[in-house]
């Protein structure tokens, strides 16, 4: 099964707050990536870390690369009507024959009520 | 625009009916996926294919089969279709295998009754 947990279900929020949401995994991760999902649509990446420790930003968004390289964290600032989605993390998980395979967490539902 | 299309957008199918979920891609890419979308579970991997003429099993493969004759296509198809395959289901594709970096399609809404 998925080796990813997300963090949380699902957030109610106001426009302008801030929102935080984390990933963990079961095993080391040599990639993290953050996507989101607009209603009706197929997940568009956000931001991808390859360092632990690493920070990175896109825009309002910021994700980090944990240094036990186990968990990411993304934060979005002020957030915005049109931040609303599905947010996804994903990582590389072995598969047979030493190939790696994407893997998702189940996602944080966002909605931001102006 | 390069990308990935999918096919029927949405398609309301009978049980124990065939039915075959078609994804082309224009961007060259290797490796190509097959997630199915449901409430509460997030995108689980079903088939994949990290080269032409290649395929893998993912987390939930029972009841699908995949193939990949070139590069640009790798259909989805459902033998005899169950009502617990109502889903979306999302084509992507990336530059190789394990380079983890998806351009998804559009999805397909499938209803099994």
């Known amino acids: 099964g998925q080796q990813l947990n997300q963090s949380p279900q699902s957030m109610f929020i106001q426009e302008g707050e801030d929102v935080s949401m984390n990933c963990t995994s079961s095993?080391?991760?040599?990639?993290w990536l953050w996507y989101k999902q607009d209603p009706g649509e197929g997940p568009v990446l956000l931001i991808a870390?390859?360092?632990?420790?690493e920070l990175t930003s896109n825009g309002r968004l910021t994700a980090q690369f944990g240094i036990t390289r186990k968990d990411s964290f993304l934060n979005i600032s002020a957030s915005i009507p049109s931040d609303v989605g599905i947010y996804f993390c994903a990582g590389p998980t072995a598969a047979s024959g030493g190939s790696y395979i994407p893997t998702f967490g189940r996602g944080t539902s966002l909605i931001v009520h102006p | 625009i390069a990308g990935i299309t999918q096919a029927p957008t949405s398609q309301i199918l009978a049980a124990g009916r065939r039915m075959t979920l078609r994804c082309t891609q224009d961007m060259r890419h290797n490796a190509m996926y097959w997630y199915r979308q449901d409430l509460g579970l997030g995108l689980r991997l079903i088939h994949y294919?990290?080269?032409?003429?290649?395929?893998g099993k993912g987390e939930v493969p029972d009841g699908y089969s995949v193939s990949r004759a070139n590069t640009d296509d790798f259909p989805l198809t459902l033998a005899s279709a169950v009502p617990s395959q109502t889903s979306v289901y999302f084509c992507?594709?990336?530059?190789?295998?394990?380079?983890?970096?998806?351009?998804f399609g559009a999805g397909s809404r499938l209803t099994v009754l």
């Open positions: 870390l390859y360092k632990a420790g």
């Open positions: 294919s990290n080269t032409a003429g290649t395929t």
């Open positions: 992507a594709s990336s530059p190789g295998p394990g380079a983890n970096v998806l351009t």
């Open positions: 095993s080391i991760f040599n990639t």
